[in-house]
C-alpha cells in the first residue's frame, strides 16, 4: 500500500536521533520511500494527517513468552522459582496448541495496539504461534524453549525452519531456543549449539535470571550459567540472551568479547524479586543492550513504553544518577538496539529511506503531553500504550484511530478467560 502520512512530527532515531517537524513520510509497499517535503507526483492509497501526532519506529520486544497471556494475574507475589516450580509449569502441562494460538493473538493484539511491531518468542507449540503472527499481520523471530530435546524434537525445529524461516514476505523467522541451563544438561545444549550452526542462526537463551539459578549452576558445572555455555561455544554475536541479572566480572567481560545481545527485562524482573541488569554499565563497556518484557504472566502486561520508563526510573534510583539510562538511550534499546539483535539493523529500528515500513504513531493531543517541549523525554517518561493511534508493519495499517482491523477483540476476550477457566480453576 501506498501511504502519505503528513504533518507529521517524525523521530527517525538514525545517528542523530533526528526530530523533524511538521514534515511528511511516505510508504511505497513495505518500504520507507521518503521523508521531508511534499511529493506532488505520489499517488497514495492511504492519506493519513498526523497533526499533533509523533511518528516514530516501532519498538522492538526483545524477550516475551506470548502465549502466557493465558496465565495473565495468576501466580502473584512469589520468587521465580515458586512461580514456575508451583504455578506455570503445572499449569503448562495442559496447554493444547489451540491455547496456545488463541494466547499468541491475544497478545499480538496487545503488542500492536500498544505499539510493538516485532517480539522475539519463546514457547511451546511454536507452530502455532507463527500461524497467529503470519495471520496479524505482526513482525516475529520464534524459538521453542527446548529442555532436554529428544531426536524427534530436533527434527520438529529443522522442519519448523524449513516451514516458517523468511514466510508472510519474511515477517517470521527462527532462532534456535535453549531454555536455559537449569533445565538442559550438557549434551542437550551442544546439541542445541549444533543445530543452531547447521541452520546458521542464532540462539535465544535465559541466562543468569536468579542468583538461585547462578549457585545451582556452579554447584553442577563449577561455573555460573553464561560463562558454562560460552564453554560450550554458544555465544556470539547472533546470541539472543535474557536477563543477565547476576553477571560476575569474568562474565560481564565475555558478554562483551563475544558481541552477545543481552535483553534487560525491568518488569518481570522487578515482580519476580530477580534483581536488575546493570544495562548502563554493560552499554558503556560496549554490549548491545535491548529491552523485553518478558511474558506477560510475570509482567503483567507487554507494553514497551511502560518497560523504557521502568528501565530508566530504576537505573537511576538504583544508582542515584539522573543520566543513568536517559530517555535517549531507552529508545534507543526499544529501537535500534532491538534491531541489531535479530540481525536487521539496516532494515529496522530507524525512519530511514530504504528500510521497512514498520512504524508507529502516537497522539500528543492530551493532557500529559503538554507543554510539548522534549519529544524523547515525553516518549519514555508521559507515554503508554494507550497514547498509540495507528501501528503500520510492513507497510500494512493494521491498527488505526485506537482500533484494530480485522480483529475480533471481544471474541479473543471470551476465549482467553474459557482457556484460564479450563487450566487453573
Known amino acids: 500500500m501506498n501511504i502519505w502520512i503528513k504533518n507529521a512530527t517524525v523521530l527517525t532515531m538514525d545517528d542523530k536521533q533526528m526530530i523533524l517537524e511538521n514534515t511528511n513520510l511516505y510508504v511505497e509497499g513495505n518500504r520507507i520511500l521518503h521523508i521531508g517535503e511534499e511529493l506532488r507526483d505520489f499517488v497514495a492509497e492511504k492519506v493519513i494527517d498526523a497533526n499533533k501526532k509523533v511518528v516514530m519506529p516501532g519498538l522492538i520486544n526483545c524477550h516475551t513468552h506470548i502465549a502466557m497471556s493465558v496465565f495473565r494475574n495468576y501466580g502473584n507475589d512469589v520468587g521465580l522459582e515458586t512461580w514456575l516450580q508451583d504455578y506455570i509449569w503445572p499449569a503448562e502441562s495442559n ?5 496456545v494460538r488463541i494466547g499468541s493473538e491475544v497478545s499480538i493484539a496487545e503488542m500492536i495496539e500498544s505499539g510493538t511491531t516485532t517480539f522475539v518468542d519463546m514457547y511451546y507449540y511454536m507452530d502455532e504461534v507463527a500461524k497467529a503472527s503470519e495471520k496479524m499481520g505482526i513482525r516475529a523471530v520464534l524459538t521453542r524453549g527446548m529442555t532436554n530435546p529428544t531426536k524427534e524434537i530436533l527434527e520438529g525445529e529443522r522442519e519448523f525452519y524449513r516451514n516458517w524461516h523468511g514466510k508472510a514476505n519474511g515477517r517470521i523467522e527462527m532462532m534456535v531456543g535453549s531454555h536455559s541451563v537449569y533445565t ?21 537463551i535465559h541466562l543468569n535470571e536468579s542468583q538461585s539459578e547462578v549457585e545451582n549452576s556452579i554447584k553442577d558445572h563449577k561455573l555460573a550459567p553464561l560463562e558454562f555455555v560460552d564453554t560450550l561455544g554458544m555465544l556470539n554475536k547472533k546470541t539472543i540472551a ?14 562483551i568479547e563475544r558481541q552477545i545481545n543481552m535483553v534487560h527485562n525491568p518488569a518481570s ?6 534483581g536488575f541488569m546493570e544495562a548502563q554499565k554493560m552499554i558503556n563497556a560496549g554490549a548491545n543492550v535491548c529491552l523485553g518484557t518478558d511474558g506477560s504472566a510475570s509482567n503483567n502486561v507487554l507494553d514497551m513504553f511502560e518497560e523504557m520508563k521502568l528501565a530508566s526510573l530504576i537505573a537511576k534510583g538504583r544508582y542515584l544518577d539522573p543520566q543513568n539510562l536517559d530517555a535517549k538511550t531507552v529508545l534507543k534499546m526499544a529501537t ?7 540481525g536487521k539493523e539496516g532494515q529496522l529500528g530507524k525512519l530511514k529511506e530504504g528500510y521497512l515500513a514498520d512504524l508507529i504513531i502516537i497522539d500528543f493531543d492530551n ?20 497514547d498509540v493511534n495507528t501501528t503500520i508493519i ?3 495499517v493494521l491498527y488505526e484511530n485506537n482500533e484494530h482491523i480485522g480483529v475480533d477483540v471481544e471474541l479473543l476476550k471470551e476465549e482467553v478467560n474459557n482457556i484460564f477457566n479450563r487450566l487453573v480453576r
Open 336 to 342: 535500534v538496539n532491538g534491531a541489531k539483535a535479530i
Open 242 to 255: 535474557a536477563h543477565c541479572v547476576w553477571l560476575s566480572d569474568r562474565e560481564k567481560e565475555i558478554a
Open 95 to 99: 496447554l493444547t496448541p489451540e491455547d
Open 367 to 386: 493532557l500529559r503531553h503538554v507543554p510539548n517541549n522534549d519529544i524523547m523525554a515525553a516518549l519514555v517518561y508521559s507515554t503508554n500504550g494507550f
Open 269 to 274: 524482573n522487578m515482580k519476580l524479586a530477580s
Open 394 to 396: 510492513d507497510g500494512n
Open 184 to 204: 538442559n544438561n550438557k549434551e542437550s545444549l551442544i546439541k542445541e549449539r549444533d543445530l543452531a550452526d547447521e541452520l546458521k542462526v542464532g540462539i535465544h
